[in-house]
């Protein structure tokens, strides 16, 4: 089956600078990678995704890379707020769904003042 | 904006003890899912459900635990006789399209203590 990696389990970034969360995964038939934003307590929302027909995706500060041949994608937040403080999880969906989304172990990402 | 809503928020059993999680997925979704995040820890997939029947499931999806539609906007989850380990925060979510196209959509969760 699909298995995840995320790196860094934590990030300590300052007000205002960026922060990249990278992923790698190893199924090859994996074809949608989404990454979801959880709060203390609360459920895992999607905040980006991207499909592996194309390379990057960019939504406001947050932007997505992938890279099929190398089989990692990465998160790029760029002017951190206070608000972006969570625990942010990766993902990889492949075709056919064999066991649905597999998760990576979470990047808790940390927005000094 | 509609919303997976999951009953109960939280429940304590006692181990050994049967335990059903509820879950209402938004009406228009076809797909529905049961994923567990052990507290710090990930989150894992349990079982995924469409047309009446369970599409894929884990291994963690044991005989111990059984997914049921019983009507038509009810989507539950039962465990039978609960472990220490059964322990964890229970994600419904669901999508209007196979996850191949589609996000999923995340309940709030259901927190199981077993005692």
């Known amino acids: 089956g699909e298995n995840v990696e995320q790196h860094p389990s934590t990030l300590s970034v300052q007000e205002g600078d960026s922060a990249v969360i990278k992923c790698t995964y190893s199924d090859s038939a994996s074809n949608y990678f989404p990454w979801y934003k959880q709060e203390l307590g609360k459920r895992p929302q999607l905040i980006i995704d991207?499909?592996?027909?194309?390379g990057e995706k960019k939504d406001q500060r947050i932007a997505v890379t992938l890279n099929k041949t190398a089989k990692h994608f990465s998160l790029h937040i760029t002017e951190t707020q206070p608000e972006d403080s969570a625990v942010y999880f990766c993902?990889?969906?492949?075709?056919?769904?064999?066991?649905?989304?597999?998760f990576g172990k979470g990047t808790h990402l940390i927005i000094q003042p | 904006e509609p919303e997976v809503t999951q009953t109960p928020s939280h429940q304590v059993t006692q181990m050994g003890q049967e335990v059903i999680l509820r879950c209402v997925p938004i009406s228009n979704h076809l797909y529905f899912y049961w994923y567990r995040q052990i507290l710090g820890q990930k989150v894992e997939f349990l079982v995924s459900f469409y047309n009446n029947e369970i599409s894929e499931k884990s291994e963690i999806f044991d005989d111990q635990f059984s997914v049921e539609r019983p009507d038509g906007s009810n989507f539950t989850l039962k465990i039978r006789s609960t472990k220490l380990e059964d322990s964890a925060m229970y994600f419904c979510a669901s999508s209007p399209h196979d996850p191949n196209t589609g996000e999923l959509f995340f309940g709030e969760g259901s927190r199981l203590t077993v005692l």
């Open positions: 993902a990889a969906f492949p075709t056919g769904g064999a066991d649905g989304l597999t």
């Open positions: 991207i499909r592996s027909n194309v």
